[in-house]
């Protein structure tokens, strides 16, 4: 049975507030290196942020991003920002940056020395992009990243936060195609498997369009292997970076088991994961997104 996946899927996600009633299913470990990421997030006493929306990192209408700056007391310390790059749902197709607004706004209230930026990407299915389209526009969005290093005053530490097919690029990104150096990636209830039958068989939008083609280009079964080549579950491997995996309890468009197999994956290479459901949540995460952003950032301030 198809699911349809439609922007209103999502209009309940856009009040955000908190969230409790976890089931953490596997332990955080410990390796901090001589500046923790602790230390550095909690740096600098961080008193709100500069923003400047609407900011272009490439030459296409899509290739755009908000930028939120933490605003700093450089009297007291003036220690370099950690870089989270926020992704948006929407089927890979549908849906942009202002998608994750109220998100921004949960890691805004605890004034953390984080650098947000909250990217566009080009959509499937519009002017011919595909997966590997999308891929580069990662690459052109860390091009354009580093060559603000200085302005910004940014770290190397790079953290990569997706919500659904978002989280879907952040990890296909940071797993298999990125050419700069990951930290972290947050996904939050995203598809890590585009071979399960129920993924590309059952998400399509209003207008009947199956989702995983428009991102693909065919159907599974005129070219499984991409398919199988778009499943960031296939890439986990020992050196896959620390990995934070949240679910709802009732998702029936990305199931949790979307989530299990990839965190069994990379327990056995002994990768620094964890797995959040949310027992009653659905795919929206209605009002959870509070008590997420928390449990992001514990999992953050203990990668390294």
């Not at 976890?22 to 709100?48: C, H, M, R, Y």
């Not at 490439?58 to 989270?84: A, C, H, W």
């Not at 947000?116 to 091009?143: K, T």
Request: charge should be negative.
């Amino acid at each position: 049975m198809k699911t349809i996946y439609t922007s209103a899927i999502f209009l309940s996600f856009l009040g955000l507030i908190s969230c409790s009633n976890f089931d953490i299913i596997s332990p955080l470990t410990s390796n901090k290196k001589t500046i923790s990421f602790e230390e550095k997030l909690t740096a600098n006493n961080v008193q709100g942020y500069e923003v400047k929306m609407d900011q272009s990192y490439g030459e296409n209408r899509f290739q755009k991003y908000d930028l939120y700056t933490p605003k700093i007391d450089t009297s007291i310390s003036n220690m370099k920002s950690v870089t989270m790059v926020m992704v948006h749902g929407g089927g890979w197709s549908i849906l942009d940056k202002s998608f994750l607004n109220s998100v921004v706004e949960e890691y805004k209230k605890k004034n953390l020395n984080l650098t947000i930026f909250n990217i566009n990407h080009r959509l499937a299915g519009i002017d011919g992009v595909r997966f590997a389209d999308i891929m580069h526009d990662f690459d052109l969005f860390f091009e354009h990243h580093d060559s603000l290093k200085t302005d910004l005053n940014l770290s190397d530490d790079v953290i990569l936060w997706g919500y659904s097919s978002g989280g879907h690029l952040a990890l296909s990104y940071a797993y298999q195609f990125s050419k700069v150096k990951i930290d972290a990636v947050a996904a939050l209830v995203a598809p890590t498997d585009l071979t399960d039958d129920y993924i590309h068989q059952g998400i399509f939008d209003d207008k009947n369009r199956n989702l995983t083609e428009l991102l693909i280009g065919k159907p599974y079964s005129e070219n499984p292997d991409a398919y199988h080549e778009a499943s960031p579950y296939y890439f986990a491997n020992k050196n896959s970076v620390s990995t934070i995996l949240i679910y709802g309890g009732n998702d029936n468009l990305v199931k949790k088991e979307q989530g299990e197999k990839l965190n069994a994956v990379l327990q056995s290479k002994n990768v620094k994961t964890e797995f959040l459901v949310i027992p009653e949540a659905t795919h929206d995460l209605g009002d959870k997104m509070g008590g997420i952003t928390d449990n992001v950032i514990s999992f953050i301030k203990n990668v390294k």
